[in-house]
């Protein structure tokens, strides 16, 4: 809902409309990296909204305050990255985790709670299952103009077929799919490329051509 402001707002900024907005203090948020103290005057934490990754100097927060950031999780769950490690926000890290002075305190809390407690239906927050489809995380860096780069890997659209003759043998033709991402300060860069894979998983003819063995 807050879209047209926005808009309104960097056409402001940009010259382009002399618009005067605002907003009602009952609808303000708390952003990523404020202080976890702006949460008792903005009770709504925004935390798609963060433009870096520290210092949301407009709410008061010190230069060192650093919060959840949204750019670096395009891809990947941060609740199955919980559950892999459970200290991957921890604020003692290097590099920008939350620290325990930042409103994304709150919004780690409510993963690890839910980690804790299950989903609604009694499911478990950390099955695998559930995270199937995303993409394996190979390689994290960060470049010397701060941006994190993430290389991930995957496989898509695999079909697999089953050929029965003097071996008997599964194919599975799929797709290869190396995507990186740049998480910068407001933004994220991404490439992927694609190229075509193929994977054959020999087995008893008796089991992977139970009707007999013909080409």
């Given amino acids: 809902m807050f879209a047209p402001l926005w808009l309104l707002w960097r056409d402001r900024a940009a010259g382009r409309r002399n618009v005067t907005s605002a907003v009602e203090d009952g609808f303000a ?3 990523a990296v404020s202080p976890a103290r702006a949460l008792s005057e903005k009770p709504i934490l925004h935390m798609a909204g963060a433009a870096g990754r520290c210092g949301d100097r407009t709410l008061g927060a010190a230069a060192a305050t650093c919060g959840f950031f949204k750019n ?28 325990d002075t930042s409103a994304s305190l709150f919004y780690v809390e409510v993963m690890r709670d839910l980690i804790a407690k299950g989903l609604p239906g009694g499911f478990d927050a950390c099955d695998a299952a559930l995270y199937a489809d995303e993409p394996k995380l190979m390689h994290k860096y960060t470049r010397g103009d701060g941006g994190v780069v993430y290389e991930y890997y995957a496989r898509e659209n695999a079909q697999s077929e089953t050929v029965c003759g ?15 991402d740049v998480a910068l300060e407001g933004t994220t860069e991404s490439t992927r490329r694609e190229a075509p894979g193929v994977a ?13 063995v013909s080409q």
């Fill in 200 to 212: 054959e998983r020999e087995g008893p003819c008796a089991a992977l051509c139970p009707g007999g």
């Fill in 166 to 180: 003097a071996r008997c043998f599964v194919r599975e033709r799929f797709t290869h799919v190396n995507i990186t």
């Fill in 72 to 99: 670096e999780w395009v891809l990947r769950s941060p609740v199955h990255a919980l559950c892999r490690d459970p200290a991957e926000f921890d604020y003692a890290r290097p590099r920008a985790r939350v620290t």
């Fill in 29 to 31: 948020f708390s952003w």
